[in-house]
RNA sequence: GGACAGGUGGCCGAGUGGUUAAAGGCAGCAGACUGUAAAUCUGCCCGCGCAAGCGUACGCUAGUUCGAAUCUAGCCCUGUCCA
């Protein structure tokens, strides 16, 4: 369908959408005043990474066409402790902790958002706000009401667990109930009109539709992203270090930018069109360059995302980092650096040192499998010595890591 | 509370006394090919040690045994059914 509003076109042309609740109902609002929005993050980690990026991105596009975005810390959810790992003793974060997140996470919001007292200024709220006052008596009475077992049971998160006969405890039963609230609460105290998240998050947007409209008759609307996954089946954001992190000290910008630049061709326009301002016309062009030229598209992905996320700087050293690195053979400002000392150092306490191999029995598998480089020459020999040097030495573990040993 | 099934390496999943650091798959790392891509093929994939080897590991604890992931007891946890 064609939409009328800016919003609705622009999620829909960037391939933002999955699902909408009522998607005539949510284009006339958006055509006729600004819309409020939210996303819920997690405050689990002092930083997201790489799978929230389309949320946050998405925040972005509702600012950008004209409306508010909401970013709501679930600071209350996670107090709680998060239930979905299989080891009961994930450890409970206190107070302190949350709190220390949602600050680092900010940092990261504040490049993609615009936040302020303006009528489409960002605004972050924290959810521990509301569910922290909240007894459990209370809680029963407003909202329990609203919700029938059955219905729950329907959902596909519980519907999936139940079949695959996994436990799924009486806390994540809840956790709908309580983000069906945070909806509900944020209509009535904010006038927020929208929630947005990703396609797990359909039977909680629902939710708080619903339980919104029994409550107030306020009619709230849902929007939910494709579940993002690499052409090759992978899930977005998972390398051999972990997680690619947005904040800078959880993860290198050289480390972020050569996630992108590595991604897969199939992938280019759809990243492209998530993931940057770039206009259409261009990604159409970038998208369509064939064989080895899409490589120019890659390194465009990875400026603009770099860009985005770290900053202009940033991103510049990166490019030209993995420039020099890769098409000069030299050494990039922003490759790691260990100390070369003056009595040399062993290939093997070299590759742990800088971070290519987690033990020293990995650095010699690696050296064994000649993955090992030291100035760009393979060395199979487990026992070699880099002796001192005046110069930097570079050293390698295959052809895409690479550091330095600066002398001392 | 009872009956039954189960808890294995990052994940899935074989293994029911020794030859098992534990099949197979996925994920990951490296090599070849290429374009810092994909697909494919090859090697690696608990730690320490040059090595022989040592240490740790199959829910937890205590046993049986020359020897246990495998047997016994107790406990904890999960699922299914019954109360």
């Known amino acids: 369908m064609t939409y009328t509003s800016a919003l609705l076109r622009l999620l ?25 929005g939210y996303i819920g993050f997690d405050a689990t980690a002092p930083s997201l990474h790489v ?63 615009t936040f302020g007292d303006g009528p489409t200024d960002a605004v972050m709220v924290n959810n521990h706000d509301w569910l922290g006052k909240l007894g459990y008596i209370e809680l029963l009475q407003e909202v329990g009401t609203n919700f029938t077992v059955n219905r729950m049971l329907t959902f596909d998160s519980v519907k999936l667990r139940l079949e695959r006969e996994q436990p799924m405890t009486f806390l994540e039963f809840n956790y709908m ?6 909806f509900w609460h944020l209509a009535k105290t904010g006038g927020v009109r929208l ?55 959880a993860l290198p910008a050289y480390d972020f930018w050569q996630y992108w630049r590595n991604a897969d061709d199939r992938d280019v326009g759809k990243f492209l069109r998530l993931f940057t301002d770039l206009p259409l016309e261009e990604i159409a062009r970038l998208e369509s360059l064939e064989g080895s030229e899409i490589n120019a598209a890659k390194v465009t ?37 260990i100390v070369l000392p003056p009595d040399g150092i062993t290939l093997i306490d070299a590759l742990v040192g800088i971070g290519f191999a987690a033990s020293r029995g990995e650095a010699k598998r690696l050296i ?20 001192a040097s005046a110069a930097d030495v570079r050293i390698s573990s295959g052809k895409k890591k690479h550091g330095v040993l600066r002398p001392a």
Not at 16 to 30: N, P, R
Not at 76 to 94: A, F
Not at 177 to 182: F, K, S
Not at 310 to 329: D, I, M, N, S, W
């Open 12 to 36: 829909d042309e960037r391939g933002y959408i999955h699902q909408m609740t009522d998607a005539e109902g949510l284009d006339k609002l958006a055509a006729t005043q600004v819309v409020p």
């Open 51 to 113: 799978g929230s990026l389309v949320q946050i991105m998405l925040l972005r596009r509702l600012q950008q066409a004209g409306h508010k975005p909401v970013v709501l810390m679930g600071g209350g959810t996670t107090r709680i402790g998060d239930p979905t790992g299989r080891d009961e003793s994930r450890k409970m974060l206190t107070a302190e902790t949350i709190d220390a997140n949602i600050a680092s996470i900010r940092t990261v919001f504040e490049r993609f958002l």
């Open 177 to 182: 109930i309580l983000q069906g609230y945070d």
């Open 195 to 249: 929630q947005m998240g990703g396609s797990d998050q359909w039977g909680n947007i629902v939710n708080g539709i619903e339980l919104s409209r029994r409550k107030d008759g306020i009619e709230v609307f849902g929007v939910t992203t494709p579940l993002l996954t690499t052409a090759d089946g992978g899930k977005m954001g998972k390398t051999a270090a972990g997680a690619v992190w947005l904040n800078e000290d």
């Open 301 to 337: 992905l990875a400026n603009e995302v770099t860009r985005l996320c770290r900053g202009e700087e940033a991103a510049r050293t990166a490019e030209a980092t993995a420039a020099q690195t890769f098409a000069g053979g030299g050494l990039g400002a922003d490759l790691p650096v």
């Open 368 to 387: 064994a499998g000649g993955g090992a480089r030291v100035d760009g020459e393979a060395i199979t020999d487990e026992a070699h010595m880099i002796a």
